[in-house]
């Protein structure tokens, strides 16, 4: 009886110091999560047990239909509506993507209940109407709609599609477990609404500062700034640190000297005296140009007029030393380089216990078919923060390489798989106008450069609230084509992640690997032709470029993107019973003689050569004259294809 009345008090007391604790435990609000949307000085910070997973309408079968049919695109269907995600929790919705947004209602079902907690067109989670899901936090662009608003739920939430299809769709969310969380309301206190107007201002912001992030372990920063001159085969050292501390920002100007075909000036960064530099890149690479031109200009990193920035913090336990390596080429005219750096730093130690050490990862390489470009693959401890992309098809033509999903497998589990390559940097519909169509910067996601005839493309991604944790090993990688990684490509891209141990090796670039890589042909798809008609000429962009005219007109096409040179100019087009006549010149330049485009039936015409032309940037484009043939009055343009001439 008294071993019973004992155990009785002890499981007694054990429920009391539990609910005491539960009771005494600091409450986690949507707020909490919105902060990290601006907070970036909290990223070396550990999450551990917290794993970001994903819904998404991915092809189960690793074909290609990631959603036009919308097959993957839910779970299940209750009461005629479709289920598209469920998630136990306690947790957190970090961001929703899709590039097919409808006004059909999504319902939020949290923690069991019958009714939904929040109800909300889908299109209004996008638009800007409907508070708090604001801009730009939640917007559109480069094809893409995105909302990174947070949505907390304290035991689960189910979200519901009141529609007949869904299309493409990515849910991110992650497991928040110990947390006391509180539910999403929809209710906001003034300051709520105040750290909401805050994130959006920085978000907003398009000459992001060092200021904007010094906060916690990035206050009190100090400065050094040095000047000097690389020359080629030189290392210059520009900041050394033998004492604890963390760097909160870096910005390096050297003019447009890191802009061109060569790559040759690396960022080394080493924490420590570890073996293998923790940042060892191009400069180029690292501050997101896109093959020889700045592009990147995100709220934490890229390049602001001449002055390339890095605002991820970078904390060490002893020691820091960072310096730039001008790699010296044979036969090559190399110019000395005039370099100005900033350095913001302060004396706030790592906490080993709570935080990793910055890391990236430089990679480039003609990847194999039938293998995925690796981002990232480490084992131990640590979490992904960020991607740079750049892309190149290594065939003329459309980018299918970008049809390619990304994949992430974290401890041993495949945590996310995406819907294609433009869709993992919150983008979508490739080669269409005012779409994913030309480089285009936003705050934590962009496209680096779009360009048919160059058969190129990049992007990037950085992953603030939604960093991806693992305990053991991350694998971090994108394919390249429809299916089964089967476009040829040459990708170059950077991870960047915080993690535990030091790289156990890298990449030295080659000259090879150090240099842009120039396509010898190109080819002008007809939806993103840059076209002036004249004297009458009406223009159809269907399936091809439609010209009909009553008498004769010209219309001109530029041939922008490509290097200047001479070329063969070769076209396709429609012969078809109502087919004009067409000339081709280039400016006061007569290529061809008049050709008739009229047949008994349809017939398509391929590769059909026209002439040579010398292209300069003054003399980047062709006319094309068009002409009636007693009644024929259309002639079909589809493609044109220039042949560089060594």
Same mark, same amino acid.
């Given at each position: 009886?008294?071993?019973?009345k ?13 609910s ?22 909290k990223?070396? %910070? ?6 970001? =997973?994903?819904?998404s309408?991915?092809?189960?079968t ?14 299940r269907?209750?009461?005629?509506r479709?289920?598209i ?13 899709t ?15 019958? %009714? ?24 559109? #662009? ?8 947070p949505i907390?739920?304290?035991?689960s ?10 299309e ?8 928040l477990?110990? &947390?006391?969380?509180?539910?999403? *309301?929809?209710?906001?206190?003034l /300051? ?5 107007? %805050? !994130? ?27 000047t ?8 210059m050292?520009?900041?050394e640190?033998?004492?604890?501390g963390?760097?909160?920002?870096v ?9 061109g ?13 570890? &073996? ?8 180029a ?6 093959? $020889?031109?700045g ?6 990193m ?9 605002y ?6 002893k020691s ?24 913001y ?9 709570e =935080? ?25 401890? $640590? ?35 995406? *819907? ?16 994913w ?13 779009y ?6 493309t ?12 693992y ?6 990688g994108m394919?390249?084509g #429809? ?5 040829p ?6 991870a960047?992640?915080?993690a535990a /141990? ?5 990449? %030295?670039?080659s000259? #090879?690997?150090?240099?842009v890589?120039?396509?010898t ?10 076209l *002036? ?5 009406q !223009?159809?962009n269907?399936?091809?470029i ?9 219309v001109?096409i530029?041939?922008n ?17 109502n087919?004009?006549?067409? /000339?081709?010149? /280039?400016?006061?330049?007569q ?6 485009s009229?047949g008994d ?15 300069t ?10 002409r ?17 001439? =060594?």
């Amino acid at each position: 009886m008294n071993i019973l009345k004992n155990n009785s008090l002890i499981l007694l007391t054990l429920f009391l110091l539990f609910s005491s604790q539960l009771m005494s435990q600091k409450t986690y609000r949507w707020t909490d999560e919105l902060e990290l949307l601006k907070r970036v000085d909290k990223l070396p %910070e550990y999450r551990t047990g917290s794993y970001v =997973e994903q819904f998404s309408s991915y092809d189960r079968t690793w074909g290609n239909d990631d959603g036009f049919a919308g097959t993957y695109s839910f779970l299940r269907k209750e009461a005629g509506r479709l289920v598209i995600a469920e998630m136990e929790g306690p947790g957190v919705i970090n961001r929703i993507w899709t590039p097919t947004p409808t006004d059909h209602m999504l319902y939020f079902y949290f923690d069991g209940q019958k %009714e939904p907690g929040l109800k909300i067109k889908f299109s209004d989670l996008f638009s800007g109407k409907v508070y708090p899901f604001t801009k730009p936090i939640c917007g559109n #662009e480069i094809g893409g709609f995105y909302c990174y608003l947070p949505i907390t739920y304290k035991k689960s939430c189910k979200i519901v599609f009141d529609g007949p299809k869904l299309e493409f769709i990515q849910i991110q969310y992650r497991a928040l477990p110990g &947390k006391k969380v509180e539910t999403y *309301t929809g209710e906001f206190s003034l /300051q709520d609404k105040k750290l909401l107007s %805050e !994130v959006n201002k920085i978000w907003a912001d398009i000459t992001p500062e060092v200021v904007n992030y010094t906060l916690g372990k990035s206050a009190d920063i100090q400065t050094k700034e040095t000047t000097f001159t690389l020359k080629p085969g030189e290392e210059m050292p520009f900041f050394e640190m033998d004492e604890p501390g963390r760097i909160v920002g870096v910005e390096i100007d050297g003019g447009t000297s890191f802009e061109g075909l060569y790559k040759d000036v690396i960022l080394s960064a080493k924490w420590d005296n570890e &073996k293998v530099e923790a940042i060892y890149s191009p400069v180029a690479d690292f501050f997101g140009y896109a093959f $020889g031109k700045g592009a990147m200009r995100s709220i934490v990193m890229g390049k602001q007029g001449t002055s390339n920035y890095c605002y991820l913090p970078m904390p060490f336990d002893k020691s820091a030393s960072l310096k730039l390596v001008y790699k010296k080429r044979d036969n090559i005219q190399q110019s000395p380089i005039s370099v100005n750096v900033r350095i913001y730093y302060n004396n706030n130690k790592r906490n080993a216990k709570e =935080e990793g050490k910055f890391y990236s990862v430089w990679h480039r390489e003609k990847t194999p078919l039938g293998m995925f470009h690796r981002f990232l693959a480490q084992k131990g401890k $640590g979490h992904y923060v960020g991607t740079m992309h750049q892309a190149q098809g290594l065939r003329p033509g459309m980018t299918l390489f970008f049809e390619g999903d990304d994949s992430t497998y974290v401890d041993n589990k495949m945590r996310l798989h995406g *819907t294609g390559s433009e869709d993992y940097y919150n983008g979508g519909w490739y080669a269409l106008l005012d779409r994913w169509d030309r480089g285009n910067s936003l705050p934590i996601h962009g496209c680096l450069d779009y360009s048919l005839p160059m058969a190129r493309t990049g992007g990037y991604r950085f992953f603030l609230s939604d960093k991806m944790s693992y305990e053991n090993e991350i694998y971090h990688g994108m394919e390249h084509g #429809e299916v089964k990684n089967n476009f040829p490509v040459d990708y170059t891209s950077v991870a960047f992640f915080y993690a535990a /141990q030091p790289l156990s090796d890298r990449i %030295e670039p080659s000259d #090879e690997q150090r240099t842009v890589y120039r396509p010898t042909i190109h080819v002008y798809f007809p939806q993103l032709m840059l076209l *002036t008609p004249s004297g009458g000429v009406q !223009v159809v962009n269907e399936r091809g470029i439609r010209m009909t005219t009553q008498h004769e007109g010209t219309v001109r096409i530029m041939l922008n993107d490509i290097p200047e040179g001479k070329y063969k100019v070769l076209i396709n087009y429609f012969e078809k019973n109502n087919g004009a006549d067409f /000339q081709i010149w /280039q400016r006061q330049k007569q290529l061809s003689d008049w050709i008739s485009s009229r047949g008994d039936k349809e017939l398509f015409k391929d590769r059909v050569y026209v002439g040579d032309i010398e292209l300069t940037e003054q003399t980047n484009s062709i006319t094309v004259h068009v002409r009636n043939n007693k009644g024929r009055d259309e002639f079909e343009l589809t493609l044109i294809t220039l042949e560089r001439i =060594e």
